[in-house]
């Protein structure tokens, strides 16, 4: 597997729907971290509620996604964030090791962050390896 340099990762601005360095929603920066490893995902968007439940759900029974107890890396992140709905997962990240992971939120640029932070702790719904 290929070691990137996540630090170009950094900073990308958010963008709904977004697929590149110039601008990445949730969904896309996963792709293109995944990418960077050499793994790959069909495309999805965390804006489609639809779309990001049946990659977590379906996507397992295919052997694309394998659902794990603990962070690996690098490994999907999912999370439930929205307080109207604390059991539907709507976010997604990359565990990118020691405890950190990449993600992307609206109006933000991507970044890394603590899986501790309790931002991010009270939302973690599991953790999934792409196969």
Same mark, same amino acid.
């Given at each position: 597997?290929?070691?990137?340099?996540?630090?170009?990762?950094?900073?990308?601005?958010?963008?709904?729907?977004?697929?590149?360095?110039q601008g990445a929603?949730?969904?896309?920066?996963?792709?293109?971290?995944?990418?960077?490893?050499?793994?790959?995902?069909?495309?999805?968007?965390?804006?489609?509620?639809?779309?990001? !439940?049946?990659?977590?759900?379906?996507?397992? =029974?295919? *052997?694309?996604?394998?659902?794990?107890?603990a962070p690996e $890396?690098?490994? #999907?992140?999912?999370?439930?964030?929205?307080?109207?709905?604390?059991?539907? !997962?709507?976010?997604?990240?990359?565990?990118? =090791?020691? *405890?950190?992971?990449?993600?992307?939120?609206?109006?933000? $640029?991507?970044? #890394?962050?603590?899986?501790?932070?309790?931002?991010?702790?009270?939302?973690?719904?599991g953790f999934y390896?792409?196969?």
């Amino acid at each position: 597997m290929l070691t990137p340099d996540l630090t170009q990762f950094i900073g990308i601005p958010y963008r709904k729907q977004g697929r590149s360095m110039q601008g990445a929603d949730c969904g896309g920066l996963v792709l293109l971290v995944l990418r960077a490893y050499g793994l790959s995902l069909p495309n999805f968007s965390c804006a489609q509620q639809s779309e990001l !439940v049946d990659i977590l759900n379906n996507a397992r =029974g295919t *052997g694309m996604l394998e659902k794990i107890v603990a962070p690996e $890396v690098p490994c #999907l992140v999912s999370m439930a964030t929205a307080t109207e709905a604390p059991h539907v !997962v709507n976010h997604v990240g990359v565990y990118v =090791g020691k *405890g950190n992971m990449l993600h992307t939120r609206s109006q933000r $640029v991507s970044q #890394l962050v603590r899986l501790s932070n309790p931002c991010i702790s009270r939302t973690l719904r599991g953790f999934y390896r792409v196969c």
